[in-house]
C-alpha cells in the first residue's frame, strides 16, 4: 500500500498516542479504555455520558469497580467520557453519590 493512499472510513492525523492526553494514556495503559464497537454499541442506547477528566485513575477504577458490582454496562471512550446503557442509569447515579456524594 502506497503511503498517499486513503483508506475509507479512516481519518487520522498523525499517531493516535501523540494525541492522547496523559489521563488517557493512564487510562489505556490501566485497560479502562474500551474498544471502539463497545462504545458504539452503548452509546446507541442513549444512556448517560458521565464526564471523568479530572479524576484520578485510582477514581475511575473504584467508580468502574463499584458499577461492575451493580452489573452495569459501562464504557470509557477516548474524550474521555464514561458511557452507561441507558437502563442503568439509576444504578450508576447511586455509585456516583456513593462515592462523591449526592448532587445538589
Do not use: C
Not at 496523559?22 to 442513549?46: C, H, K, N, P, Y
Amino acid at each position: 500500500m502506497d503511503d498517499d493512499e486513503i483508506l475509507e472510513g479512516e481519518l487520522v492525523e498523525g499517531p493516535l498516542e501523540e494525541s492522547m492526553s496523559r489521563q488517557v494514556e493512564a487510562l489505556t495503559a490501566a485497560g479502562l479504555i474500551s474498544e471502539e464497537i463497545e462504545i458504539f454499541d452503548l452509546a446507541a442506547t442513549e444512556g448517560p455520558a458521565y464526564e471523568i477528566e479530572g479524576l484520578t485513575v485510582d477514581d475511575i477504577s473504584e467508580i468502574t469497580h463499584q458499577l461492575d458490582k451493580r452489573s452495569v454496562r459501562w464504557v470509557i471512550d477516548t474524550n474521555p467520557q464514561l458511557l452507561v446503557h441507558r437502563n442503568d442509569e439509576r444504578k450508576a447515579d447511586e455509585v456516583f453519590d456513593l462515592i462523591f456524594g449526592p448532587e445538589e
